[in-house]
């Protein structure tokens, strides 16, 4: 009798796993860490702080730490060797907001050696207290927040929001959802071996510039969006956020701009924070709504190095990394810096949704190299407008899809599928056949 309650309870526990096509693991084999740092300057006016916040991934001994900023930019160069030698950190990305508020707009002050010691400070605290965790992820189309800010006008060229005509107002007040735009969030979440939700990734292509000119320090709707979801799960997780391709895309909320600090319009943070609610509400009903269907994680990782030339000038040298990250089989990670046009991910996911269940671009990140700065795809570099055709500095046409075609690549690379060395040949003839005609 004893052992017959012994293999029903076996069943039990295995039922589940067997269902799913897993075998049933004592314990996860991932291991992570976050952290959340306060990055404001204290010398500045202030409406909302700016965070750095770390996401650490350590698998089989390799430590990925993500780190998202609310800052314009940022590269890691001084910050990665340091990761590296003290915190075991082999590979560093870094995921800038975009934020058009952060000092840098207003302030003379170069806070840069300040940044860096903030985000080495958040991987230390990440890399700190690691925990036994799981990984999973979703997305969501909803409706568009933002909307391409590079109007097509009547001589078939593009010019921006901010340029107005008879046909087109400043800034489009009217909130015309100009596009297509990529209008899908996307979720990654890692709870503890409890299932506790500890890190919740939100990835979402916009501009970080519902407020800008603002003359104050404020992490605009990305930040207003990751407190609201941090408060949806009781300030037990941190959020990072992470923009995708935006380079041409600009929030339907943005509101109007000061001419200078002495100017007595008031910024109206109200519609930034909107956005925020609603980019934080889909972004809960989707993490809510996924669970891990298995224990055990894979990670497997390559780095690629691009080079291209100036549009313009042809002297000039961009040297663009890439990095392609595919997580249990099912979670892909095209990892890059620069503003891609938005047109770039939505035909990227078109493509390789057909091989993998759920595809996120990660723009404005540090891998290595530097920024590319914009990078529109070939239809737009063709349309032009700020970011496609208007200083000497645009990378080379077709680099965009050069890009997204490498990660598409190392996806396969990452499979296996893409042979290394050439594959067999020959062929072994079959049996003839021929067809009767009968009356």
């Not at 997305?139 to 568009?144: D, I, M």
Request: proline share 5%.
């Amino acid at each position: 009798m004893k052992n017959k309650f012994i293999a029903i309870l076996l069943t039990c526990l295995i039922a589940p796993f067997a269902a799913s096509g897993q075998a049933p693991a004592e314990k996860p084999n991932l291991l992570a860490g976050t952290a959340k740092t306060d990055m404001t300057p204290t010398t500045e006016p202030v409406h909302d702080p700016m965070y750095a916040r770390c996401l650490i991934l350590d698998l089989d001994g390799q430590r990925y730490a993500f780190v998202s900023v609310d800052l314009p930019g940022m590269a890691g160069e001084h910050i990665a060797p340091v990761c590296r030698e003290k915190y075991g950190i082999d590979h560093l990305m870094i995921c800038a907001s975009h934020n058009h508020s952060a000092p840098f707009r207003f302030s003379k002050t170069d806070y840069s050696a300040f940044y860096d010691e903030k985000v080495i400070e958040c991987v230390k605290a990440a890399s700190a207290d690691l925990f036994e965790a799981t990984i999973c992820a979703g997305r969501k189309s909803f409706p568009q927040l933002g909307f391409i800010r590079l109007i097509v006008r009547d001589d078939g060229h593009a010019r921006e929001a901010w340029f107005h005509d008879a046909n087109h107002s400043y800034l489009n007040r009217e909130r015309i959802p100009y596009g297509p735009v990529d209008d899908e969030v996307g979720v990654l979440k890692i709870s503890d071996r409890e299932g506790r939700p500890r890190v919740i990734v939100m990835n979402y292509a916009c501009h970080a510039d519902a407020v800008c000119d603002n003359y104050e320090i404020s992490a605009d709707y990305p930040g207003a969006a990751a407190k609201r979801v941090e408060e949806a799960f009781d300030n037990r997780v941190n959020c990072l956020f992470v923009n995708g391709a935006a380079g041409n895309v600009a929030p339907l909320f943005t509101v109007p701009r000061r001419t200078g600090p002495d100017d007595p319009l008031r910024t109206d943070y109200t519609q930034m924070d909107k956005m925020g609610e609603i980019l934080a509400h889909e972004t809960v009903k989707v993490a809510r709504a996924i669970s891990p269907q298995r224990m055990e994680t894979s990670i497997k990782y390559v780095e690629s190095a691009l080079s291209f030339t100036g549009r313009f000038d042809e002297s000039q040298h961009f040297d663009v990394r890439v990095a392609t990250i595919l997580i249990n089989d099912n979670i892909l990670l095209a990892v890059n810096s620069g503003e891609l046009f938005t047109q770039l991910s939505i035909d990227w996911k078109k493509k390789i949704q057909a091989e993998v269940a759920h595809p996120l671009y990660f723009g404005y990140t540090w891998v290595g190299g530097r920024s590319p700065g914009y990078v529109p795809d070939i239809r737009g570099a063709a349309l032009g407008g700020f970011g496609a055709d208007q200083n000497e500095r645009i990378i080379e046409v077709g680099a965009g899809e050069q890009i997204m075609n490498r990660h598409y690549e190392n996806y396969f690379r990452l499979t296996g599928l893409m042979r290394q060395e050439t594959g067999p040949s020959g062929f072994t003839r079959g049996p003839r056949w021929r067809i009767e005609l009968t009356q």
